[in-house]
Nanobody
């Protein structure tokens, strides 16, 4: 059974930084694309970005370009989201996702439970 677990969420002041991590289990993930979505209260879910199993950037949303970086870890089942220059509008539940297929309008098969990030002004 595939499981994705996020960690690292919490409260941070605007302008600050935070790093989220995701660890997968149940598969090797060596041929999985991994990425991040987020959803703020009352808003639609937003696809932030994804990286290939080799760590190549597949997509990064304009809303976070220049501030957020997605990286695969030393192990194929790990991934991180480095968030800098955080803004109150970045407050949301952040979800780690994974799938063997990456395509336009990505709807990944596997999702983590989400971790809450709150950015105070």
């Amino acid at each position: 059974q595939v499981q994705l677990v996020e960690s690292g969420g919490g409260l941070v002041q605007a302008g600050g930084s935070m790093r989220l991590s995701c660890t997968g289990s149940g598969r090797t993930f060596s041929n999985y694309a991994m990425g991040w979505f987020r959803q703020a209260p009352g808003k639609e879910r937003e696809f932030l970005g994804a990286v290939s199993w080799k760590g190549n950037n597949l997509y990064l949303a304009d809303s976070v370009k220049g501030r957020f970086t997605i990286s695969r870890g030393a192990y194929a089942n790990t991934m991180s989201l480095q968030m800098n220059i955080l803004k109150p509008e970045d407050s949301a539940v952040y979800y780690c996702v994974a799938d063997t297929i990456y395509e336009r309008n990505w709807g990944p098969e596997y999702w983590g439970q989400g971790t809450l990030v709150t950015v105070s002004s």
